[in-house]
């Protein structure tokens, strides 16, 4: 018993490690992938206390109060809506037994220990966040030129002289093109499903 609490309170007992691809039925987050919708498990570090189960769409975050504690919160962050950034890999130092991976999902940021013996895993999990935060900024410009566009075209249209009404009805068109424009590039620049980059970098 004592040996719990003192490893509790180091926080040696919520090292992770990462579950192998066989065993993923076996994890509670398993129960809230939407498998239903194609959703599908690509990488998850299991602690005493806490899961992390990366989809193709979304991390899902069961989260403990403590190893000692049955109770566990449920949290959901799908990619398109909290975009990654400030992803980092810390390796071991000389007597440590754990790794940390870092990165932020929105305005939430995250810092997973994991047992060295999985840095090899890690690294490809590293990758794969890597270029979907590539990704996701990449789209972000391009959908912001995007925009910059249409409000460009829209000046340009206010300062043509023209009368009262043909500008009223040109406006209108340009309008509703503008609209079926910028929602067809959202649509375009907005991934939902990285599958393909994690089925290019998770090899475990």
């Known amino acids: 018993m004592f040996k719990k609490v003192a490893s509790d309170a180091l926080g040696l007992s919520d090292v992770g490690k990462v579950i192998k691809r066989e065993d993923f039925d076996k994890v509670d987050a398993d129960d809230y992938v939407m498998h239903e919708d194609d959703e599908q498990i690509f990488f998850l570090i299991k602690s005493q206390a806490d899961e992390y189960?990366?989809?193709?769409?979304?991390?899902?975050h069961v989260d403990g109060e403590s190893a000692a504690s049955k109770k566990r919160t449920l949290r959901r962050y799908d990619y398109y809506r909290h975009t990654i950034s400030n992803v980092e890999l810390e390796t071991a130092?000389?007597?440590?037994?754990?790794v940390e991976i870092k990165f932020s999902l929105g305005n939430t940021q995250f810092s997973i220990d994991v047992h060295k013996n999985h840095l090899e895993e890690l690294k490809d999990l590293y990758k794969a966040l890597l270029k979907i935060a590539e990704i996701e900024r990449d789209n972000d410009i391009y959908l912001n030129f995007s925009k910059q566009s249409i409000d460009y075209a829209s000046n340009t249209l206010n300062r043509t002289e023209a009368t009262e009404s043909s500008l009223s009805e040109e406006f209108k068109a340009m309008n509703q093109h503008a609209f079926s424009w910028l929602m067809e590039n959202k649509e375009k620049y907005t991934v939902k499903?990285?599958?393909?980059?994690f089925e290019r970098y998770i090899n475990n």
């Open 53 to 60: 189960c990366f989809t193709n769409k979304a991390l899902i």
């Open 93 to 98: 130092g000389t007597v440590d037994i754990d």
């Open 193 to 197: 499903d990285f599958g393909y980059v």
